[in-house]
């Protein structure tokens, strides 16, 4: 356990559905990241944060992802019209600064 | 960042000495090698990092070559619990954000 916490762990949802993971970072870390890892690949970075200015957005984040730290502790990831494509793990982190970063176990999403 | 090219899979007996190699060949001055451990259903753990000749901690040891165009990441005497996933970095330190490629998938048999 690293202390970095994701809920859900698992979410199955139908296409054209909206769904939210929750990323909760250890407390003092104030930058917070998302990546997005599909069966057979590492991890690709989608998005930071430090404290509740999101600093970087990849070319992935397409305009129906959305994230938010609006207090500098938790984050929210929020996918809407899900599509078949968004099937992937997807991996939270928090580092102090440009410190090592923590994972989480992630959040598996699978849309049918 | 400089493109990083490693095996995809290894295979292992227990007890045995393990050494993955990591090629780099494009690395930049101000860049780390940085290596992360991936077990199933968990998100990468940092196991070790180094900018020249070795460094060794508690998990593992990293060898880099004068020329630092490649990385060998050494795990002594591995067990069942080291089968996993390995990932090579190369980047500045501290460099935001974290590119993985497809990483090395080390299976160690009893």
């Known amino acids: 356990d690293t202390g970095v916490s994701q809920n859900p762990r698992h979410k199955i949802t139908k296409r054209g559905q909206n769904v939210t993971f929750r990323c909760d970072p250890i407390?003092?870390?104030?930058?917070l990241y998302w990546y997005r890892q599909t069966l057979g690949q590492g991890p690709e970075f989608l998005t930071y944060f430090q404290n509740e200015a999101q600093l970087e957005k990849s070319r992935l984040l397409s305009d129906r992802f959305s994230a938010e730290r609006p207090k500098g502790s938790f984050s929210t990831l929020e996918i809407q019209r899900t599509e078949q494509g968004d099937s992937a793990m997807y991996l939270c982190?928090?580092?102090?600064?440009?410190?090592?970063?923590?994972f989480g176990p992630g959040t598996r999403l699978t849309v049918l | 960042l400089a493109k990083t090219t490693q095996p995809i899979s290894m295979d292992s007996y227990e007890g045995q000495e393990v050494n993955i190699t990591c090629s780099h060949n494009n690395i930049a001055t101000n860049d780390y090698i940085t290596w992360y451990q991936q077990f199933p259903s968990q998100g990468p753990r940092f196991i070790i990092q180094g900018y020249k000749t070795k460094v060794t901690n508690e998990v593992a040891s990293l060898f880099i070559p004068a020329d630092r165009k490649s990385s060998t990441l050494s795990l002594p005497r591995v067990s069942l619990s080291d089968t996993a996933v390995y990932y090579c970095?190369?980047?500045?330190?501290?460099?935001?954000?974290?590119?993985f490629g497809k990483g090395t998938r080390l299976s160690v048999i009893a």
């Open positions: 970095l190369v980047g500045p330190q501290g460099n935001t954000p974290l590119v």
């Open positions: 982190a928090s580092s102090l600064a440009e410190n090592e970063q923590f």
């Open positions: 407390s003092e870390h104030n930058r």
